[in-house]
């Protein structure tokens, strides 16, 4: 309704007040010698003429525009490689936000309830209210992704499916971290999708072409590694902890439990370092540096930014092994 009539507007309206208000203007400027009537009467017609451009160029919603939205940058990744661009793909969490910290806005709880798929890892504190909302909308699917993954435990938040050990300490939610629980999001992904559209070949194929460049970047991330005798890294915040998993590495953090280490922690973290000749500490741009800047100024180390929240997470770790090993 509200486009409709702003299409009228632009089309009806907005021509017949530039040309009345042309008229009034010649008029002014033919029959008014007054210099500054003339000059009010040039304003009105630019003031006019700009507002009417202005309103007919804006940008206008797309009638019929399907809608999923993912609460993270690497799921829209993972929607967009088997969707293609078959949908307006929207992100709850924008770049350069803390996942674990954020808090929806409005706009974005309406733009939810307008999207036809929800894809969450349902593991963080805001996704809890996401499917709480979502309850008694049946024209939604909100998509569970983290079921069928193994989940580790840790100091980040909780949810509704860990059994009570886990729950009484929370989990990792840092679940896309691992090449294989990607795959398993992938899987995720594509059954919903093909629940709605059973008849789509092509997003089980772009789903395919998916899974094998999870399986390249898998057999690159194992070579690199292999190759080096890294065993254990140093971090900031405990976000590789899938992937410290799945490579065989042992995470060393300087946060503990969501917080920020004391000097007594501190110093034995520096300590573990020095040990195992570990030198560079990695951080996300989401957190703190400085606190990386100190711990590194004391091994004689360097701060080495990851990004895990991009918006291609294949490249991204492939990025992080290559800073893990020093290539």
């Known amino acids: 309704m509200v486009f409709a009539l ?56 797309k009638s019929g525009s399907k809608i999923i939205t993912t609460t993270i940058t690497p799921l829209k990744f993972i929607v967009e490689s088997i969707t293609g661009e078959d949908y307006a793909v929207n992100i709850v969490v924008p770049q350069g936000a803390s996942p674990e910290t954020y808090e929806m806005t409005a706009k974005q709880v309406i733009d939810i309830a307008n999207s036809e798929f929800v894809f969450s890892l349902n593991l963080l504190d805001f996704e809890k209210g996401i499917s709480e909302r979502l309850q008694d909308n049946s024209s939604n699917m909100y998509v569970d992704l983290s079921r069928g993954i193994e989940l580790l435990s840790g100091k980040c938040t909780l949810h509704d499916h860990v059994d009570d050990e886990d729950a009484a300490h ?47 970047a898998d057999s690159l991330i194992r070579s690199k590694l292999s190759k080096s005798d890294i065993k254990h890294f140093l971090i900031y915040h405990p976000s590789l ?87």
Request: hydrophobic share 40%; net charge negative.
């Open 170 to 216: 929370g989990v990792d939610p840092h679940i896309w971290t691992s090449i294989s629980n990607l795959k398993t999001i992938s899987k995720s992904v594509h059954d919903a999708i093909i629940s709605k559209h059973p008849d789509s070949l092509r997003y089980t194929n772009n789903y395919k072409v998916l899974l094998d460049s999870l399986n390249r």
């Open 241 to 327: 902890g899938y992937y410290a998993k799945e490579y065989g590495l042992t995470q060393i953090t300087l946060e503990n439990e969501g917080k920020e280490p004391n000097v007594k922690e501190m110093k034995e973290v520096i300590d573990m370092a020095k040990e195992l000749n570990l030198t560079n500490i990695l951080y996300q741009k989401e957190f703190r540096k400085d606190v990386v800047v100190s711990a590194t100024q004391d091994i004689g180390g360097e701060c080495c930014e990851i990004n895990i929240l991009g918006e291609n997470i294949i490249n991204d770790l492939i990025q992080v092994t290559d800073i893990i090993i020093n290539e």
């Open 6 to 61: 702003l299409q009228y507007y632009n089309i009806i309206f907005l021509p017949k007040l530039y040309y009345i208000t042309l008229f009034l203007c010649n008029f002014e400027l033919n029959h008014i010698n007054n210099s500054i009537m003339r000059y009010i009467a040039i304003k009105t017609l630019l003031v006019v003429s700009i507002f009417a451009f202005t309103l007919s160029c804006s940008e206008q919603p």
